[in-house]
Every structure is written in structure tokens, then in C-alpha cells.
């Protein structure tokens, strides 16, 4: 008598089900090559190409030219507008069709004058639902315009990913046409991809894994793909399998839907615009499909651009915000560096983060969101508390490239003892896909195993967008409480939190700074941005100052409300974690640059409209012609220089009040004279009556003497400074990282690094 074999050969039934799932191998035979049905050419296709990034209503008034896939567009940073006119078969009733659509750049689906879904290959979005199932009064024949940006999802690097930008890339269309989209086929592979992953991810060494590698064989041994109505039977296999309840003690995995988009990176400020529309109105399709699916999403900046930019979208976020699927995160204008802004700016950020969120949403945020920082100062607890949050989620430690940090969930404490309640989700990733791993991951990297029984899964494409996919939640769904895998529960941060927080008592704390052992070259690389910002903390800082002087003192001026505010914006903006450590490409540095010359030459023109207000002060003293002005809290004394008849510069002593403002009465007169003299040698002296220092060739101070008693500071032989060279070549991030092997290359300088001229300041002369 026959009996049928029983497999045991772990590898073969592995192989066995990778292949028959596989869009690689067998797809003529294998479940894979039946997702989608029968095909249609599109009506038409034509194109406009611009170099600028233009609005839906300019852009569907332009002359398209017909193309057709295969054909290439561009170069990088142009924008195509693909005008397709289709229409759907009558033979296809009660069928679920798509417009299948692949291209190498970022594209927007624009439908009756709105955007309606991203379209990214490398977001894993390419084909957008034209009808889930065909009916007779469904309309058949459509306009649709495709948006086309010219770079991936991770900007244009040439060779790789954190390259320059390559100008004459040219992005293809491989796809474009109407397919009928088989739902039944998905659904089984989805229920194959995760019976695989269970099998792979817990080993030979657990019996759940067995469990699923069996129940996957015999589903293959079900299924006919090309029979659907054997693919019931194998359905009901998976569900049983994944039916199969967990304990009351499981971990417990919050998920949460998650598309973290860099503000500017390796993509200018102008494109992230239009990485938020992509990405955020395909969450709201999403939504509307899956009512349990909740959506957390940062940075003010970004809300705003969308309302600007996509008002319409904007209306349907708002109303998903009301329904509690759509949650605002973080409460700051954008997601800042954590260490290089002033206190003073960290403080801006929430302000205007928070104040956004409230006027739009009717909701502060409960949450600093912070995930891709490049560390966190011991000021941050503090803030955070006197801006009404007690809550802190980040991940970048896990890239600490020395020591492990030790904890996943605890309290942190700030300088003044401030305490927030603080999450690192232990899959050490704010994107993750939803698969078996990222949940395995989770429970076995929690630090706080026995402490912390909830843990966060960020699920969805992010640093370039994209977000969730439909995919991802159906992975979830499918292992929501099944043996051997965490629970699953769709949440939100306040869920989260709140769990965290009932059962807290056991948590630790860290005190102090969140130091990040990685990126550590971000503290000098591109100089520029950095002086930008500081100056123009700074201005701001003193305008504010000066316009409230003058709206206490001098009558009928009036407060800049508005235009400090736009201001304040531009430069939180340009404190984002890849502008101002200048870990940015050169278009975002260039960026950058330009808002600082606004702010300065705006923000100038401010200062002194407050200023001269000022002096119109009764108060001020009649016939005063030249006064100053003291932004600071303390009283000062100082000399400074007046520019006199366009040429002459005086000296003054002046005297001013802390925050105040004081009239010039003394011109000071220099006692000696300053000189600066190149000697035959090549070295240089500097004098001043009061101390003589010589500086080498190569600008090293070799002496510096005390002229009333001659008392030499530096000894024979030595210098008063060193200048030293080191190579920095970093492992991978080049303008991140400053590596500790490069103090073990060391060296001198050669050559003059200086070139000097001779110079003097007496009495009579400016120098």
C-alpha cells in the first residue's frame, strides 16, 4: 500500500515555500506570477518636463508630449507631468483594478484636482486603486496626472547613497498600464511570507517554528496557483495556525503607523514638500481602509508646508487628527539638532511647535518625538516640562559605536532634576516593515525585560518618506496575538506611555546628558551654518529686546509680532538635525545660507526701526546725537569704535544700563599706538604699549613679553600655541564622523599657513 511521505528535511521545505512565493524564480508556475491578472494599454500617456517645482493648476495647463514606458526624463531635480488618459475594459466587472505604475523617481497620483496616493518604487507603492471591484455605474474612462520628481526616495547620490548628488541622472519609466489585481493572491502571500519568517526567525531550536514550517508545506501542497478556489483551503490552514493564542504575560508591541521625513538632507527644503504630500496622503488612504491604523507624525514645519501647499489634504488631516488616527508628535517646529541651538532656541522650538499644533488641532502634544538626533543635552527634561511634556521618544543611541546603552525604558533626569518619562523602542529602528523580525527584535533587545512589559514598532519607509503600506498592516493583523510572537495592538503614543507609566515603579534613571558615540564631526563640518546661526540667535535675541524697550517707551511703535515670527521660523528651520550639523548636501547648505541673509538683512532693518524709535525718547536727552544700546542683562563699561565723516574712527568710553539704552558723552583718546610689523625673517610683531608677541612664520607664538617689567611668558624653544594636522577619513559617514584613530595620525604643518601685513592704530590714523 502507498503511504504519502512525511518530510522532515528542513532546508527543502524552507526552499520549497521561498520558491513558491518567489518574484525571482518559477513565476510561471508559482503563486507569485498570479498577483496580477489580465493587463490593458492605457488610452494615452504624454508628458511635460520642467526644472521647476510648479502647483497642480499651472502645471495641467501645459503642452504634454505623448511617451510611453521605456522612455528616460529628467536630469535630477526636474519635475515630469504624465497626463494618462485610460480606460477600463467592460469584460473586467466585479474585478479589482489598478494602474500599475514603476518608475525610478518619487511620484503623486493627482485625481479631480487633488492628490490621491504616493507612487514609489522604492517605498513599495506601485499601483494605485482605480476600483476594489468594478461595477457598471462605476466611471470607466479616466484622466489621471501622474507628478513626477526627479530623485529617489534618498535624494540622487552618484555611487552611493551620501555621495553628491549625480545632475545628470536621467529616471525611467518601466511601467505604466491597467492590471487586475488578484486580492486573494496577496492575501495568501501574505500568509506565506509570515509563516516563512516565523520559521526563519525562531530557528531549529523552537517548536513554533516547526510548527509553521509544516503548516506552510502543506498549504504549498493545497494550493494550486493556478486553481483560486484552492486557495481556501490553504487560507484556512494559516488561520488556524495563527489563531493559536498567547499568554497573559507576552510582550506587548505598540504599534504605530510611522513616516519620519527629513526636513533637508540628501534633498533640498523645496522636495520635502512634496514628500509630505506623497507620503501623508497615502496614510490617509490608509485610514479610510483601515479603521484600527493609527499614524504618528512630527515637525510643525511639515504641517505647515501641506496646509500651504495641499490645503485640501490638509482638511483631511485635520479630520483624521479628530478621529484619533492621525496623531501630531513631538511639539517642536521641527526635529532639531539636540545640541548645537541655544537654550533659548530649544524653547522657540516648542513655542512655535506647540502653539502650531494647538491653533490647527485644537491638541498640544503630549510627546517630544526626537528619533534621529545626533544626541540629546541634559536641558532637554527641563524644557520639555515647562512646555507641558513629560514624555521623550527617541532611538539614535542604539548607534553608539563604543557602548550599549543600558536601558529601553526609563526616566531621565534633567540638570535641575526635571524627570521625563523616556521609551528607546527596542527594535532599534523608527522604520521597520511589520515583519516577524522587527517583533522578535523588540522583545529580545528590551533592555528592561521584567520592568517594562510594552515596547514601540515604528512600522513604515522613512529619513525620505514613504510610510506605511497596506502590506505592513496585513503582517500585523495577521500576528495580533499568536503563540510565540509578542502581542500586537495597534496604539498610539499616549497608549503607550500611559501603559509604561502604571507600571513605572521599577523603572531606573539616567541622569544627565543622551550622548550619542557617533557623529561627532557634526560639531565642526560646514563652519558657515553654524556662525549663521548663532549670529542670527543673536539679532533676534537683541531686536526682541530693543522693539520691547521701544513699545514701553517710545509712543505710537508698534511690535513686529509677525515678521519676528516668520524669522524665528526660518532659522528653527534651519536647525533641523541635518542642516545645522551640516550633514547635508550642498543645495541645503546653499539653503540655509540664504535664509540666514534674510534674517540678518530683515532682522537689521528691525533692530534699527526699534533703535531709532528709542532715541526719539524724551527720556533720552536733548541734543544727543549717538547713543548705545545694552541687549544685555548686566551693566557694561566699554571702549568702542565710532565711524565719523564716512573715514575717521574714534574711541569711546560708554557706560550702559543692563537692557537699557545710554548716551555717548566721553571720546576716549589711545594712549599708544598699535602696530603690526612683518621682520625680515618672515616672523611678525605685534605691539601694543602694554604687551610685544612674536609670532613665527608658520603662526606660532614664540614670544610674549610684559613691556613695563620685561617678563617673557614663553621659554626658549617652545611655543605659545601649535598648529596640528590629523587625516579624517571616517569609516562611512563623511561629514558626520570624526574617528578616534585619527589622533594616531598627527602631524605638523610644513609650510606657512599665514600671510601677514603690517599695520598701525595711533591717535590720528584707523588701521
Not at 494599454?41 to 501645459?62: D, G, H, M, W
Not at 496626472?145 to 549625480?166: H, K, R, T, W
Not at 560646514?526 to 509712543?555: F, M, P, T, W, Y
Request: with cysteine; proline share 5%.
Amino acid at each position: 500500500m502507498y503511504h504519502l511521505p512525511v518530510l522532515k528535511n528542513r532546508r527543502t521545505l524552507v526552499e520549497r515555500a521561498e520558491k513558491f512565493i518567489s518574484d525571482v524564480y518559477f513565476t510561471d508556475c508559482n503563486l507569485r506570477g498570479r498577483l496580477y491578472g489580465d493587463t490593458c494599454p492605457l488610452e494615452s500617456i504624454s508628458v511635460f518636463q520642467t526644472a521647476k517645482r510648479i502647483p497642480y493648476s499651472e502645471a495641467v495647463q501645459q503642452t504634454f508630449q505623448p511617451c510611453k514606458a521605456g522612455d528616460s526624463f529628467g536630469p535630477t531635480w526636474w519635475t515630469c507631468w504624465f497626463k494618462i488618459v485610460l480606460k477600463i475594459p467592460e469584460a473586467w466587472k466585479g474585478k479589482e483594478v489598478h494602474l500599475r505604475w514603476e518608475s525610478d523617481g518619487e511620484g503623486l497620483v493627482w485625481r479631480d484636482q487633488e492628490p490621491v496616493q504616493g507612487l514609489t518604487k522604492e517605498g513599495e507603492k506601485t499601483s494605485y486603486i482605480l476600483t476594489e471591484c468594478l461595477r457598471e455605474h462605476e466611471p470607466h474612462s479616466i484622466t489621471l496626472y501622474v507628478e513626477l520628481a526627479c530623485n529617489g526616495l534618498f535624494g540622487a547620490g552618484q555611487g552611493s547613497m551620501i555621495a553628491a548628488p549625480d545632475p545628470n541622472k536621467k529616471y525611467a519609466l518601466q511601467k505604466a498600464e491597467l492590471v487586475v489585481f488578484n486580492r486573494d493572491v496577496q492575501e495568501l502571500l501574505t500568509d506565506f511570507e509570515m509563516l516563512l519568517d516565523i520559521v526563519k526567525v525562531l530557528g531549529e531550536g523552537e517548536q513554533r517554528g516547526y510548527q509553521a514550517l509544516f503548516t506552510m508545506n502543506e498549504m504549498v501542497n493545497l494550493c494550486d496557483p493556478a486553481n483560486p478556489s484552492s486557495y481556501s483551503s490553504a487560507q484556512d490552514l494559516a488561520q488556524k495556525f495563527f489563531s493559536q493564542r498567547n499568554g497573559q504575560s507576552q510582550h506587548v508591541v505598540h504599534a504605530m503607523g510611522h513616516c519620519h521625513i527629513d526636513s533637508a538632507w540628501l534633498w533640498p527644503y523645496e522636495e520635502t514638500i512634496r514628500k509630505c504630500a506623497r507620503s501623508w496622503v497615502t496614510a490617509v488612504r490608509l485610514m479610510e481602509k483601515n479603521p484600527e491604523f493609527i499614524f504618528t507624525c512630527s515637525q510643525a514645519q511639515q504641517f505647515q508646508w501641506v496646509k500651504n501647499w495641499y490645503p485640501g489634504l490638509f482638511s483631511q488631516i485635520q479630520h483624521f487628527v479628530q478621529k484619533g488616527q492621525f496623531v501630531p508628535v513631538g511639539g517642536t517646529w521641527v526635529e532639531m539638532d539636540g545640541n548645537l541651538p541655544s537654550g533659548e532656541s530649544m524653547i522657540r522650538q516648542f513655542l512655535e511647535g506647540q502653539n502650531f499644533f494647538k491653533t490647527e488641532f485644537g491638541q498640544y502634544c503630549k510627546e517630544f518625538w526626537l528619533p534621529d538626533t545626533f544626541g540629546y543635552s541634559a536641558q532637554f527634561p527641563q524644557i520639555m516640562r515647562g512646555c507641558g511634556i513629560s514624555r521623550f521618544l527617541t532611538q539614535k543611541l542604539s548607534w553608539n559605536l563604543v557602548n550599549t546603552f543600558p536601558h529601553s525604558t526609563f526616566f531621565w533626569e534633567g540638570i535641575d532634576g526635571s524627570l521625563v518619562l523616556t521609551h528607546f523602542p527596542p527594535g532599534n529602528s523608527y522604520e521597520m516593515k511589520g515583519k516577524v523580525e522587527d517583533l522578535i527584535n523588540t522583545v529580545k533587545n528590551n533592555k528592561d525585560k521584567g520592568r517594562a512589559n510594552h515596547s514601540a514598532v515604528l512600522f513604515g519607509f522613512g529619513d525620505g518618506g514613504g510610510g506605511p503600506t497596506q502590506l505592513m498592516l496585513d503582517r500585523l493583523q495577521r500576528v495580533q496575538d499568536s503563540d510565540g510572537l509578542p502581542r500586537v495592538l495597534m496604539s498610539s503614543p499616549d497608549q503607550l506611555f500611559s501603559e509604561l507609566q502604571a507600571s513605572s515603579s521599577l523603572l531606573c534613571t539616567w541622569s544627565g546628558e543622551l550622548f550619542l558615540e557617533l557623529h561627532n564631526g557634526t560639531y565642526t563640518t560646514q563652519a558657515k551654518i553654524k556662525l549663521g546661526n548663532r549670529q542670527c540667535e543673536a539679532l533676534l535675541h537683541d531686536v526682541e529686546v530693543a522693539s520691547c524697550l521701544a513699545l514701553c517707551q517710545a509712543a505710537g511703535f508698534s511690535y513686529p509680532t509677525k515678521e519676528l515670527q516668520r524669522l524665528w521660523r526660518l532659522l528653527l528651520l534651519n536647525q533641523f538635525h541635518d542642516v545645522i550639523p551640516g550633514s547635508c548636501i550642498e543645495m541645503v547648505v546653499e539653503d540655509a545660507q540664504e535664509y540666514y541673509k534674510e534674517i540678518q538683512q530683515t532682522g537689521s532693518g528691525l533692530l534699527r526701526t526699534a533703535c531709532n524709535a528709542l532715541r526719539s525718547n524724551p527720556l533720552f536727552g536733548v541734543g544727543s546725537s549717538t547713543a548705545v544700546f545694552n541687549a544685555l542683562p548686566w551693566e557694561r563699561n566699554e571702549v568702542i569704535s565710532l565711524a565719523e565723516n564716512g573715514a575717521q574712527t574714534k574711541l569711546a568710553l560708554v557706560k550702559a544700563p543692563s537692557v537699557g539704552v545710554a548716551p555717548i558723552t566721553e571720546i576716549a583718546e589711545p594712549v599708544s599706538t598699535v602696530s603690526v610689523t612683518v621682520q625680515a625673517d618672515g616672523s611678525v610683531l605685534l605691539e601694543n604699549g602694554l604687551l610685544r608677541a612674536v609670532l613665527d612664520k608658520m603662526g606660532r607664538l614664540v614670544s610674549l613679553l610684559l613691556l613695563q617689567t620685561n617678563r617673557e611668558a614663553i621659554s626658549d624653544g617652545c611655543f605659545g600655541n601649535q598648529f596640528v594636522l590629523f587625516d579624517d577619513v571616517p569609516l562611512y559617514w563623511d561629514a558626520w564622523d570624526v574617528m578616534d584613530y585619527h589622533l594616531q595620525t598627527r602631524s605638523h604643518p610644513v609650510t606657512p599657513i599665514f600671510c601677514f601685513q603690517e599695520a598701525s592704530c595711533g591717535c590720528d590714523t584707523p588701521c
